[in-house]
């Protein structure tokens, strides 16, 4: 495992390694000017080979979930492994945060390339992919996401990055504190096998977040999807977009830091890190739930088997995705 850096004027430094592409940390200042590691990680590869968690992982050839590891595909089932029950999770067993991808630096924005073959987790087509990481001066993480193929075949791709603003790692580490603003107002319902079932109204919910909520305050609430996954695990819902806009924004009050989330995707996954209890933490510690939270962007839950998706990669066609991270302080 080798690790490249990005570095940039204000003494931001964020480090990805060649194993899944993985954001393995992203240290920044918080209003006292202090640095900090901003992102929950492990200590050594084999940690990372070895978790559940998807820890700051490139998530591919499919991002999130397909129900009964199967889809049709112009008149033909296809299945896939099902690696979280009957389901299909996150690429699978060996999904691409699993892989060892090949870096490369081209005037100062890191290229990693990755080769999907055909067959992989069940999937049809070679896919290649490519993600490019670039680090601005104003504190902006650029992510951007091309993939082709000679087959037809479903793709969704997204960042697994545990973001923790307070810089806390280890067993103090919390989210409760922070404060989520979610810029769209349905969400997907979800089944007990974490599954869209229905478009739902956020408005004066548990999900409303169009205005900042504290974390802890919301995780409190008595609800029926709450309980389901344990916390926070759904796809919110936008329009499509043809360039990065606003999606979300997370505040830590503590520290000062706050992330802004920008992306052309049409689907935003809030996860609170409901299943980190136990997990391996940076310095032989152990996490605890809610420990941290990701923001990924990426297509729907599902997508490849709901009507009038955009799940399908064609031969001579481009996938793209753009997502923009900006961390500053206030």
Same mark, same amino acid.
């Given at each position: 495992?080798?690790?490249?850096?990005?570095?940039?004027?204000?003494?931001?430094?964020?480090? *990805?390694?060649?194993?899944?592409?993985?954001?393995?940390?992203?240290?920044?200042?918080?209003?006292?000017?202090?640095?900090?590691?901003?992102?929950?990680?492990?200590?050594?590869?084999?940690?990372? &080979?070895?978790?559940?968690?998807?820890?700051?992982?490139?998530?591919?050839?499919?991002?999130?979930?397909?129900?009964?590891?199967? @889809?049709?595909?112009?008149?033909?089932?296809?299945?896939?492994? !099902?690696?979280?029950?009957?389901?299909?999770?996150?690429?699978?067993?060996?999904?691409?945060?699993?892989?060892?991808?090949?870096?490369?630096?081209?005037?100062?924005?890191?290229?990693?390339?990755?080769?999907?073959?055909?067959?992989?987790?069940?999937?049809?087509?070679? &896919?290649?992919?490519?993600?490019?990481?670039? &680090?601005?001066?104003?504190?902006?993480?650029?992510?951007?996401?091309?993939?082709?193929?000679?087959?037809?075949?479903?793709?969704?791709?997204?960042?697994?990055?545990?973001?923790?603003?307070?810089?806390?790692?280890?067993?103090?580490?919390?989210?409760?504190?922070?404060? *989520?603003?979610?810029?769209?107002?349905?969400? #997907?319902?979800?089944?007990?096998?974490?599954?869209?079932?229905?478009?739902?109204?956020?408005?004066?919910?548990?999900?409303?977040?169009?205005?900042?909520?504290? *974390?802890?305050? $919301?995780?409190?609430?008595?609800?029926?999807?709450?309980?389901?996954?344990?916390?926070?695990?759904?796809?919110?819902?936008?329009?499509? !977009?043809?360039?990065?806009?606003?999606?979300?924004?997370?505040?830590?009050?503590?520290?000062?830091?706050?992330?802004?989330?920008?992306?052309?995707?049409?689907? &935003?996954?809030? @996860?609170?890190?409901?299943?980190?209890?136990?997990?391996?933490? $940076?310095?032989?510690?152990?996490? $605890?739930?809610?420990?941290?939270?990701?923001?990924?962007?990426?297509? #729907?839950?599902?997508?490849?088997?709901?009507?009038?998706?955009?799940?399908?990669?064609?031969?001579?066609?481009?996938?793209?995705? $753009?997502?923009?991270?900006?961390?500053?302080?206030?």
């Amino acid at each position: 495992m080798h690790l490249h850096t990005l570095r940039n004027a204000s003494g931001m430094r964020v480090d *990805i390694s060649d194993l899944g592409a993985t954001l393995v940390s992203w240290h920044a200042p918080d209003r006292a000017g202090h640095l900090d590691d901003v992102l929950l990680g492990h200590d050594t590869p084999a940690e990372y &080979l070895d978790s559940t968690a998807f820890m700051g992982g490139i998530i591919g050839r499919w991002a999130n979930r397909i129900r009964d590891a199967r @889809y049709v595909l112009d008149g033909l089932t296809h299945e896939v492994e !099902a690696n979280e029950g009957a389901n299909h999770l996150h690429g699978g067993s060996a999904g691409f945060h699993r892989q060892m991808w090949r870096a490369e630096h081209v005037d100062g924005v890191l290229v990693m390339h990755l080769r999907s073959p055909a067959g992989a987790a069940g999937f049809p087509g070679n &896919l290649d992919v490519t993600v490019r990481y670039a &680090l601005a001066d104003d504190g902006t993480l650029s992510l951007d996401y091309e993939a082709r193929t000679d087959a037809p075949t479903p793709v969704n791709l997204t960042n697994h990055a545990y973001f923790n603003l307070s810089g806390e790692q280890g067993e103090d580490a919390s989210v409760r504190d922070h404060r *989520i603003t979610i810029h769209a107002r349905e969400f #997907f319902a979800i089944d007990a096998g974490s599954i869209p079932v229905a478009r739902e109204d956020a408005t004066n919910t548990a999900f409303d977040c169009h205005t900042p909520q504290t *974390i802890g305050e $919301r995780l409190a609430l008595s609800n029926e999807q709450l309980k389901l996954a344990g916390g926070f695990d759904h796809c919110y819902i936008f329009d499509d !977009a043809k360039a990065p806009r606003a999606v979300a924004s997370l505040f830590d009050p503590s520290s000062g830091r706050e992330l802004l989330v920008a992306s052309d995707a049409h689907g &935003l996954q809030f @996860y609170t890190g409901n299943h980190l209890e136990g997990v391996a933490a $940076r310095g032989g510690a152990r996490y $605890r739930k809610h420990a941290g939270l990701c923001l990924e962007a990426g297509g #729907f839950p599902n997508e490849i088997n709901m009507d009038g998706g955009h799940a399908v990669l064609r031969p001579g066609e481009v996938y793209r995705q $753009r997502t923009r991270y900006t961390l500053r302080v206030r």
